[in-house]
């Protein structure tokens, strides 16, 4: 039996990675009140695994999330161990009976909001927006009459006695949310062929060309990136780290490699997992860093002291 965290409550986006990720055990899932109580669960023990959101297709990361992996300082053993991807769609809900001229209060989490502003600016222009700690929260807070309307998952619709006065209003159709499955005790599954590494980079500040550098630990590997943002350490104005996913997984000599390039050249490298791409998606390996060019070279040069 895993026992598994997620952000909840029930009819979360959250909750939907879980079940798709988990279906025997979604049942039986905490839903936590917010992303740091679910990575707190985990990392306190009291779950096996934790689903959490990462980024969304129109809005770009989790802001919670991103932070709550990085509290746990140089490693805490937290790992992504899979990633889920859920196509979400939007629905205004509200109580039996509430109509869309009587709205004035709106309430969701912000990346709800941030992916349908356009539709609440031209439908719903003067109803304040409250930020909600998720979807499915806001949903249940109408329910409880606090307020007139929530924009959330159809599903969460049934769990709080809402009905949908309006359905689709995301501005953009077809968006998509990552999740990520976490787990602690170092664990990272084994390579599959079609894997992603994430990792947090430091570099020294005022270090002219000390991006480049890191970006050639990869580029020299024959490595992929699929994803680079930048974002404030929190330690002062111009402080940055680097997000980074990267197109291998950890059990890869190109990969460990890059890795020791990274360790000796940044202030500091934070791994967060090596995982399974939800894609499939095989990884193009250049003949020059596949593992048996690494073995050859390695063997060559040992050959040179006449070994
Ligand atoms: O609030 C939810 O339902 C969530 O699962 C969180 C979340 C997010 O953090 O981006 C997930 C998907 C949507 O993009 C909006 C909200």
Same mark, same amino acid.
């Given at each position: 039996m895993t026992r598994i965290?997620?952000? !909840?409550?029930?009819?979360?986006?959250?909750?939907? $990675?879980?079940?798709?990720?988990?279906?025997? @055990?979604?049942?039986?899932?905490?839903?936590?009140?917010?992303?740091?109580? /679910? &990575?707190?669960?985990?990392?306190?023990? +009291?779950?096996?695994?934790?689903?959490?959101p990462?980024?969304?297709?129109?809005?770009?990361?989790?802001?919670?999330?991103?932070?709550?992996?990085?509290?746990?300082?140089?490693d805490d053993g937290v790992r992504i161990t899979a990633e889920v991807h859920v196509e979400v769609q939007f629905s205004l809900l509200v109580r039996p009976g509430t109509q869309l001229e009587d709205v004035s209060t709106v309430a969701s989490h912000p990346h709800a909001f941030a992916q349908t502003r356009d539709w609440l600016t031209t439908h719903l222009p003067t109803a304040q927006q409250v930020p909600e700690a998720s979807t499915a929260r806001a949903a249940q807070a109408v329910g409880e009459g606090l307020y007139d309307a929530a924009v959330a998952a159809p599903g969460a619709a049934d769990a709080y006695g809402l009905v949908p006065a309006v359905e689709h209003v995301a501005d953009r159709e077809g968006a998509v949310t990552r999740f990520v499955v976490l787990r602690a005790a170092h664990e990272v599954p084994a390579p599959t062929g079609s894997d992603r590494t994430t990792l947090v980079a430091l570099i020294w500040q005022n270090k002219p060309g000390a991006l480049l550098e890191l970006l050639e630990q990869f580029a020299t590997r024959g490595i992929d990136l699929s994803r680079l943002e930048s974002r404030p350490t929190g330690? !002062?104005?111009?402080? #940055?780290?680097?997000? &980074?996913?990267?197109? $291998? @997984?950890?059990?890869?000599?190109?990969?460990? *490699?890059?890795?020791?390039?990274?360790?000796? =050249?940044? +202030?500091?490298? +934070?791994?967060?997992?090596? #995982?399974?791409?939800?894609?499939g998606r095989p990884a193009a390996v250049p003949a020059h860093?596949?593992?048996?060019? #690494? /073995? *050859?070279?390695?063997?060559?040069?040992?050959?040179? =002291?006449?070994?």
């Amino acid at each position: 039996m895993t026992r598994i965290a997620y952000l !909840g409550p029930a009819g979360t986006f959250t909750e939907q $990675a879980t079940q798709q990720w988990a279906p025997e @055990h979604a049942a039986d899932a905490w839903p936590a009140p917010s992303v740091p109580a /679910a &990575i707190a669960a985990l990392r306190e023990g +009291r779950v096996d695994a934790a689903v959490v959101p990462f980024e969304n297709s129109v809005e770009g990361s989790v802001p919670a999330t991103l932070q709550a992996l990085l509290e746990g300082g140089d490693d805490d053993g937290v790992r992504i161990t899979a990633e889920v991807h859920v196509e979400v769609q939007f629905s205004l809900l509200v109580r039996p009976g509430t109509q869309l001229e009587d709205v004035s209060t709106v309430a969701s989490h912000p990346h709800a909001f941030a992916q349908t502003r356009d539709w609440l600016t031209t439908h719903l222009p003067t109803a304040q927006q409250v930020p909600e700690a998720s979807t499915a929260r806001a949903a249940q807070a109408v329910g409880e009459g606090l307020y007139d309307a929530a924009v959330a998952a159809p599903g969460a619709a049934d769990a709080y006695g809402l009905v949908p006065a309006v359905e689709h209003v995301a501005d953009r159709e077809g968006a998509v949310t990552r999740f990520v499955v976490l787990r602690a005790a170092h664990e990272v599954p084994a390579p599959t062929g079609s894997d992603r590494t994430t990792l947090v980079a430091l570099i020294w500040q005022n270090k002219p060309g000390a991006l480049l550098e890191l970006l050639e630990q990869f580029a020299t590997r024959g490595i992929d990136l699929s994803r680079l943002e930048s974002r404030p350490t929190g330690g !002062g104005l111009g402080e #940055y780290c680097f997000w &980074i996913d990267a197109d $291998a @997984h950890l059990a890869e000599a190109r990969m460990r *490699e890059a890795l020791t390039g990274l360790r000796r =050249t940044c +202030r500091g490298v +934070r791994f967060l997992g090596s #995982y399974p791409r939800a894609d499939g998606r095989p990884a193009a390996v250049p003949a020059h860093a596949d593992d048996e060019a #690494y /073995a *050859e070279a390695q063997r060559w040069v040992e050959t040179l =002291t006449g070994g």
